[in-house]
């Protein structure tokens, strides 16, 4: 019998109508493939079980998360070099497809990253499955494929995954707790190992040569700057986090913040601080949704990293929420990420990867349809400030801090929720590095009388 990544090379190749990127092992110990480079490991028959059960991108999350494969060398190198190895929805096919993937429409292939373009729509699938199979050197490729997955049984997902059901209707206040809860309440212990003791979990706004704490300070001081805070007034911080802006904004601006989130585990983490800082009296941080705050107006609002959470369909009850809670004049920074816009939007589906196993229910919009929704709620939408590459550098070193502290993250957590952590940190870093996610911060302004705004005439003195 020939040894398995031999095979499993032959099979590769034969799909992708191109050489394999990069070396396999397989759990034989047999290899193939490129000898230099990072080598992708299958431990066991599971990692080719997973994919036959649930082929693409969720499957091959499953047989990672689960440990069933496993990376040797650079992560980020191999994921560069996979890309491809994932379909990639709407793309015409490659100048070498084979003429199976050819007729079947899946002849071109994206990278596994969080946020990036997904798999196609299980009726397209189903179609184009069926295309492949009537292929006969494909169908005799699958063949092959089955016979060294030996399928049966089916692997049962790993713990980690979230439900597929899940109760209640998508970004109900009670779905959208369970779905925050999932991904923050961890264990504080984690987040602090991964994000380092700034415990900002959003993009850093780096200098050359500064370090992360230093680049997250800069981030939330740009933030207060934008937002032209002044001593008393009242900012109110939605999806606080660990209290990091409403902190700084306290101590450094003298506003009075509300800080509200989710995460039960957040605001404990939140008091806390604010308590060892003597900042108690300025901040208020609230277990609390959005949509029930109700002792407006504030003079300012950060948004910072949570209208990911928001979805869609509820974007515009968010706009328009937080236009109602601002005072005339009152100021909003919205700071979020963004995908590419789509020929066809109504075709867009959420990532498999990041719903399963990192954000539930998560959205990203594209910014023409943000700005739209913030106009359309009474914003006027006054600067727009691109941050894309800030955050390949912040994801790059929350993986650092995560490779660096590994056993550690494993023990306060378990081994496939470090392993969900180091894939969606690393494939988004890549994301972003390719123009394949941005992240944007939008200054917009609830004008008061006669279209008065009370901005400077020169905005962007923040940037001194």
Same mark, same amino acid.
């Given at each position: 019998?020939?040894? @398995?990544?031999?095979?499993?090379?032959?099979?590769?190749?034969?799909?992708?109508?191109?050489?394999?990127?990069?070396?396999?092992?397989?759990?034989?110990?047999?290899?193939?493939?490129?000898?230099?480079?990072? *080598?992708?490991?299958?431990?066991?028959?599971?990692?080719?079980?997973?994919?036959?059960?649930?082929?693409?991108?969720?499957?091959?999350?499953?047989?990672?998360?689960?440990?069933?494969?496993?990376?040797?060398?650079? +992560?980020?190198?191999?994921?560069?070099?996979?890309?491809?190895? +994932?379909?990639?929805?709407?793309?015409?096919?490659?100048?070498?497809?084979?003429?199976?993937?050819?007729?079947?429409?899946?002849?071109?292939?994206?990278?596994?990253?969080?946020?990036?373009?997904?798999?196609?729509?299980?009726?397209?699938?189903?179609?184009?499955? @069926?295309?492949?199979?009537?292929?006969?050197?494909?169908?005799?490729?699958?063949?092959?494929?089955?016979?060294?997955?030996?399928?049966?049984?089916?692997?049962?997902?790993?713990?980690?995954?979230?439900?597929?059901?899940?109760?209640?209707?998508?970004?109900?206040?009670?779905?959208?707790?369970?779905?925050?809860?999932?991904? !923050?309440?961890?264990?504080?212990?984690?987040?602090?190992?991964?994000?380092?003791?700034?415990?900002?979990?959003?993009?850093?706004?780096?200098?050359?040569?500064? *370090?992360?704490?230093?680049?997250?300070?800069?981030?939330?001081?740009?933030?207060?700057?934008?937002?032209?805070?002044?001593?008393?007034?009242?900012?109110?911080?939605?999806?606080?986090?660990?209290?990091?802006?409403?902190?700084?904004?306290?101590?450094? !601006?003298?506003?009075?913040?509300?800080?509200?989130?989710?995460?039960?585990?957040?605001?404990?983490? @939140?008091?806390?601080?604010?308590?060892?800082?003597?900042?108690?009296?300025?901040?208020?941080?609230?277990?609390?949704?959005?949509?029930?705050?109700?002792?407006?107006? !504030?003079?300012?609002?950060?948004?910072?990293?949570? $209208?990911?959470?928001?979805?869609?369909?509820?974007?515009?009850?968010? @706009?328009?929420?937080?236009?109602?809670?601002?005072?005339?004049?009152?100021?909003?920074?919205?700071?979020?990420?963004?995908?590419?816009?789509?020929?066809?939007?109504?075709?867009?589906?959420?990532?498999?990867?990041?719903?399963?196993?990192?954000?539930?229910?998560?959205?990203?919009?594209?910014?023409?349809?943000?700005?739209?929704?913030?106009?359309?709620?009474?914003?006027?939408?006054?600067?727009?400030?691109?941050?894309?590459?800030? !955050?390949?550098? *912040?994801?790059?070193?929350?993986?650092?801090?995560?490779?660096?502290?590994?056993?550690?993250?494993?023990?306060?957590?378990?081994?496939?929720?470090?392993?969900?952590?180091?894939?969606?940190? $690393?494939?988004?870093?890549?994301?972003?590095?390719?123009?394949?996610?941005?992240?944007?911060?939008?200054?917009?302004?609830?004008?008061?009388?006669?279209?008065?705004?009370?901005?400077?005439?020169?905005?962007?003195?923040?940037?001194?």
């Amino acid at each position: 019998m020939t040894e @398995a990544a031999p095979r499993l090379a032959a099979l590769a190749e034969t799909l992708l109508g191109a050489p394999l990127p990069v070396r396999i092992r397989a759990w034989d110990g047999s290899e193939a493939g490129p000898p230099a480079g990072p *080598t992708l490991v299958l431990a066991n028959r599971r990692a080719l079980r997973r994919v036959l059960w649930r082929p693409g991108e969720l499957g091959l999350a499953r047989a990672w998360v689960a440990g069933d494969l496993t990376v040797e060398g650079d +992560l980020f190198e191999l994921l560069d070099r996979v890309a491809g190895l +994932l379909w990639e929805r709407g793309s015409a096919p490659s100048p070498g497809t084979p003429p199976a993937l050819r007729r079947s429409g899946l002849g071109k292939l994206g990278v596994l990253s969080s946020h990036l373009p997904q798999l196609p729509d299980r009726t397209a699938g189903a179609a184009q499955a @069926a295309a492949l199979l009537r292929d006969p050197e494909a169908r005799a490729a699958l063949r092959d494929l089955v016979a060294l997955a030996r399928p049966w049984p089916a692997p049962a997902p790993p713990p980690e995954e979230a439900p597929g059901r899940r109760s209640g209707q998508v970004h109900s206040k009670a779905r959208d707790k369970q779905a925050i809860s999932h991904h !923050y309440d961890v264990g504080n212990e984690f987040y602090e190992h991964v994000l380092g003791p700034s415990m900002v979990y959003s993009c850093a706004y780096w200098s050359p040569g500064s *370090t992360l704490e230093e680049a997250q300070r800069d981030k939330l001081d740009l933030v207060c700057r934008k937002l032209g805070l002044r001593p008393g007034e009242r900012l109110l911080d939605v999806g606080c986090g660990w209290g990091s802006m409403a902190l700084h904004a306290a101590r450094e !601006y003298g506003v009075r913040v509300t800080g509200i989130t989710l995460s039960r585990e957040q605001a404990v983490y @939140a008091r806390k601080r604010a308590a060892e800082e003597g900042l108690a009296d300025r901040l208020d941080i609230r277990i609390q949704d959005y949509r029930d705050v109700k002792d407006g107006p !504030y003079d300012a609002i950060s948004s910072i990293g949570m $209208a990911e959470h928001v979805g869609a369909e509820r974007y515009r009850e968010y @706009a328009r929420t937080l236009h109602a809670l601002l005072a005339p004049g009152g100021r909003l920074l919205n700071h979020q990420i963004a995908r590419p816009p789509e020929p066809d939007e109504e075709a867009h589906r959420i990532d498999e990867f990041i719903d399963a196993y990192v954000f539930p229910d998560g959205e990203l919009s594209p910014l023409g349809t943000t700005v739209g929704e913030l106009e359309r709620a009474g914003f006027e939408v006054r600067d727009v400030e691109a941050l894309r590459e800030h !955050y390949a550098l *912040t994801l790059r070193a929350w993986v650092a801090r995560l490779e660096d502290r590994w056993e550690e993250a494993v023990r306060l957590t378990s081994p496939g929720r470090a392993r969900v952590w180091r894939l969606y940190m $690393a494939a988004s870093a890549l994301g972003f590095e390719h123009g394949r996610l941005g992240v944007n911060q939008v200054l917009a302004v609830k004008p008061a009388a006669a279209g008065r705004s009370g901005l400077p005439l020169r905005l962007r003195t923040w940037g001194a």
